[in-house]
């Protein structure tokens, strides 16, 4: 192989050496709080740099290394939103009326309002709807909100859907101070999730004539590290509704339920197996309170675990041993 000149070749080690620090300030760049490259202002009606969502969205650069905040003034926008996997370091800040309203029910797939794939991703302050309603006999999948990107965290949000409301799919994710409405399944996926502080708010199914399901995760072995953990927060009926706490998704399902208050709706046996084996799963409640804490008549192969066992649930660290949450705006 011929070599190039020598000065062509000592340009060519400074490219590599230069780039690729710069390449890893820009990394770091994206991981510190305090730094956000730019804000981008959404509004319907003008005085803003888009009137959509993900008109401002897909204005960012592929392979975004810098913090990017939208900023959404109060309205109802009627858009399907995604943030595409090569659209990382997002913050999408909403405002007191902020709502992003969809109403497909084509199946998990298609029919999410509002779609997370990046990781880094923040959401703050804003309403997500799936305003699809099943009725008795036309029970379909109508998601809100899919998350599939690593890092990502919502504050203060809202997600209003009846089935499969909330696809918490795969990642790490942390919600915090949220409200979550539905009445069958409306949690689920196979996230590695910590809901701090949230309202759950049960919808009647079959007008009130069946139990709902709140949870169904999806963990498939003893490996994986992935499960729903509620620590804090409210859990109540909106009308006649009554739900189990969760069904099994997967054959190592596991959801772990710390210092919740639940009212009379949940049933008394409180979860159910979905044909999966019952010692496999991982279902917990520890320190709740409550009318529909009750656990005398609670399925018997629901886990005992002591506070101290369940302390490596409840812990941030669950989520967040890298301390990527320390580094989101």
């Not at 192989?1 to 760049?29: E, H, T, W």
Request: contains cysteine; proline residues 3%; glycine residues 8%.
């Amino acid at each position: 192989m011929r070599l190039p000149p020598p000065f062509v070749f000592a340009c060519i080690l400074i490219f590599i050496f230069y780039g690729n620090s710069k390449a890893q300030d820009c990394l770091s760049n994206a991981l510190d709080a305090s730094n956000v490259a730019y804000t981008i202002t959404v509004s319907k009606w003008g005085q803003a740099n888009f009137n959509t969502i993900q008109a401002a969205i897909d204005s960012i650069p592929l392979n975004n290394n810098r913090w990017v905040r939208i900023l959404i003034s109060a309205d109802t926008y009627s858009e399907q939103v995604k943030v595409p996997r090569d659209k990382p370091c997002v913050i999408l800040e909403g405002n007191t009326g902020t709502t992003i309203s969809w109403g497909l029910h084509t199946g998990a797939d298609k029919s999410a309002t509002f779609t997370a794939e990046a990781d880094n991703f923040v959401a703050k302050n804003m309403a997500i709807m799936n305003t699809y309603r099943s009725l008795l006999n036309d029970v379909e999948q109508s998601v809100a909100v899919e998350v599939t990107g690593d890092k990502v965290s919502f504050h203060a949000c809202s997600f209003y859907g009846y089935q499969d409301t909330l696809w918490d799919a795969l990642g790490r994710h942390y919600f915090q101070n949220c409200f979550i409405e539905g009445a069958i399944d409306f949690i689920w996926g196979n996230g590695q999730s910590i809901y701090e502080g949230c309202k759950i708010s049960i919808l009647p199914f079959a007008g009130g004539q069946l139990a709902g399901f709140i949870t169904a995760q999806g963990r498939k072995s003893a490996n994986e590290m992935t499960g729903f953990v509620f620590k804090g927060g409210f859990v109540f009926a909106n009308g006649n509704a009554h739900s189990y706490l969760g069904r099994a998704y997967g054959a190592y399902s596991r959801v772990i339920w710390y210092d919740i208050e639940f009212s009379d709706v949940i049933v008394p046996e409180g979860w159910s197996t979905w044909n999966q084996p019952q010692d496999n799963l991982e279902y917990a409640e520890v320190n709740c309170h409550g009318p529909g804490s009750n656990l005398s008549k609670r399925v018997t192969w629901l886990k005992k675990l002591a506070e101290s066992d369940v302390h490596q649930f409840i812990d941030i660290s669950y989520i967040d041993q890298d301390g990527w949450l320390a580094n989101q705006p």
